[in-house]
């Protein structure tokens, strides 16, 4: 396993093997790789014949009052991790070769970037789209790996892609999960043993939406209060969104057609917490 440190020698390793028509597949991550990371991996190698990660904290997706210097940092972990899983090469940049002084470039994505997420977030779409950008350029990748757990930047980078004509093709792979529910992120390690207790209650919260869609509910309004009343009782957690939205455009619903996603963040203690869920509507006769 190779690790690759420079954005020129990235290049040109890429460049090289699509020369021997070597198809690649791309996993983007942070680092402080998990089983759902290991997920994406597998699924890159499976399907493509070398795959790259790269292990990047991009500083521009992390708005001034966030945890930029405490996010956990475990390369060595990380390259253990992925040699383990058969990767061909860990892309690690540096901040200053990915951003080096006088970058002034960025990329936006402004009708998915501006709500949820991106309320909450002011620049953080705008950091995820312009490191996306760069590390596809880069990689070029035949295809990408990005997990559900995050669906408003999986659906971010899906439309930049298409817009920008893009390499490395997104696919999303389904949220791994602890047995009683909780996403995996490389996040819940911050939370104490009663948050961790805690915090399933956004998966029963998104459970408990699907369960009335799959009574026959069909009123937006009225799946969210489902979902917030569940929220409600556990007083750890406090509620940033949950949303009954359109898969694609993440507009909310009032009424239910076909395919729905329920998004939902909440706080428990210092730990913001996403997941979501996609619904097909089978139609009520
Ligand atoms: O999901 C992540 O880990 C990051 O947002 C990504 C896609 C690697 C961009 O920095």
């Known amino acids: 396993m190779k690790i690759i440190r420079t954005t020129s020698a990235m290049a040109d390793w890429s460049r090289c093997l699509h020369r021997e028509g070597v198809t ?66 860990i892309f690690a940049p540096t901040v200053e070769t990915m951003y080096p002084a006088g970058a002034q470039t960025v990329v936006t994505v402004p009708r998915i970037a501006c709500r949820w997420e991106g309320h909450a977030r002011p620049h953080h779409f705008q950091g995820v789209a312009t490191v996306v950008t760069k590390l596809l350029s880069l990689v070029q990748p035949d295809k990408t790996w990005f997990g559900q757990k995050d669906y408003q930047q999986a659906a971010l980078v899906q439309q930049l892609v298409k817009d920008l004509n893009l390499p490395g093709h997104p696919i999303v792979h389904p949220t791994v999960r602890e047995s009683d529910g909780l996403a995996l992120s490389s996040r819940n390690i911050y939370l104490s043993r009663s948050e961790r207790q805690a915090a399933p209650v956004l998966y029963r919260a998104l459970q408990a939406g699907a369960g009335a869609i799959r009574a026959g509910e069909r009123n937006g309004p009225r799946i969210q209060r489902h979902m917030a009343r569940v929220a409600a009782a556990e007083p750890l957690a406090s509620v940033d969104y949950l949303a009954v939205c359109d898969p694609t455009t993440l507009d909310p619903l009032s009424t239910l057609h076909r395919r729905a996603v329920l998004l939902g963040a909440l706080r428990i203690g210092k730990v913001r917490l996403l997941d979501n869920l996609l619904i097909s509507v089978r139609r009520t006769t």
């Open 24 to 89: 690649i597949g791309f996993v983007p991550t942070m680092g402080a790789l998990h089983e759902g990371h290991r997920a994406l991996i597998r699924a890159a190698r499976l399907a493509c014949d070398a795959v790259v990660v790269s292990i990047f904290v991009n500083p521009t997706q992390f708005g001034p009052s966030e945890d930029l210097t405490k996010y956990p940092r475990q390369l060595r972990l990380d390259q253990a991790l992925c040699r383990r899983e058969g990767v061909d090469v």
